[in-house]
């Protein structure tokens, strides 16, 4: 059964680089079907699709977040990472990875909150 | 981008449908078969409930089925029980600028 979770600091300074891991576990990063994606959810709020990276490295981006974001993946290791440079307030949320097929997101981690705060 | 769009909230009865609808444009949901619903409990990831407009993955009950008109999709929930109020999502590709994936505001789902 596939699992993925997330890893990473919950507390970022503002300014500073949000990194999170997403490790993949039951299923190999590399099957050619799949994408494998990072949202977000601020407290309270919606969900916000930040981007998504296939095993080879091509990557898309929210055109919103594009400037700021940088997905990778590492095939070694069974995961993929998320980088988000020059935080504030507004990218408190709880991250998720999640693996997609279609456009569609249909497995997800169990999501991991990040805090941006001095 | 803008969101696409849905209602705040909805409501019904056990036993009853309801239908919550998803509006985008020519870009998004109604440019492709790419549109995606799903639900979500409080504290809870999402769970994916529709894929391609209309699709369930496995183990999804049957009462949720999906559909599409034009640049409007829709999730109908039937026999309403009390497990099924949650928030509701969806989902579509969008072409607008470089591709990629687009929510809507969520609809909030209470089972009377």
């Known amino acids: 059964q596939l699992q993925l979770l997330e890893s990473g600091p919950g507390l970022v300074k503002p300014s500073e680089t949000l990194s999170l891991t997403c490790t993949v576990s039951?299923?190999?990063?590399?099957?050619?079907?799949?994408?494998w994606g990072w949202l977000r959810q601020p407290p309270g709020k919606g969900l916000e699709w930040i981007g998504s990276?296939?095993?080879?490295?091509?990557?898309y981006y929210n055109p919103s977040l594009k400037s700021r974001v940088t997905i990778s993946v590492d095939t070694s290791k069974n995961q993929f990472s998320l980088r988000v440079s020059s935080v504030t307030a507004a990218d408190t949320a709880v991250y998720y990875c999640?693996?997609?097929?279609?456009?569609?997101?249909?497995?997800w981690g169990q999501g991991t909150l990040v805090t941006v705060s001095s | 981008q803008s969101a696409l769009t849905q209602p705040a909230s909805v409501s019904g009865s056990p036993g009853q449908s309801v239908t919550i609808s998803c509006t985008g444009t020519?870009?998004?949901?109604?440019?492709?078969?790419?549109v995606a619903w799903y639900q979500q409990h409080p504290g809870k990831a999402p769970n994916l409930l529709i894929y391609e407009v209309s699709n369930r993955p496995s183990g999804v009950s049957n009462r949720f089925s999906g559909s599409k008109s034009g640049n409007t999709a829709s999730l109908t929930i039937s026999g309403l029980q009390a497990e099924d109020e949650a928030d509701y999502y969806c989902g579509s590709h969008s072409t607008s600028s470089t591709p990629h994936m687009l929510f809507g505001g969520g609809t909030k789902l209470t089972v009377l």
């Open positions: 990276i296939y095993y080879s490295g091509t990557t």
């Open positions: 999640a693996r997609e097929l279609s456009s569609s997101c249909h497995t």
């Open positions: 020519s870009s998004d949901v109604g440019g492709h078969n790419l």
């Open positions: 039951g299923g190999s990063i590399s099957s050619s079907s799949y994408h």
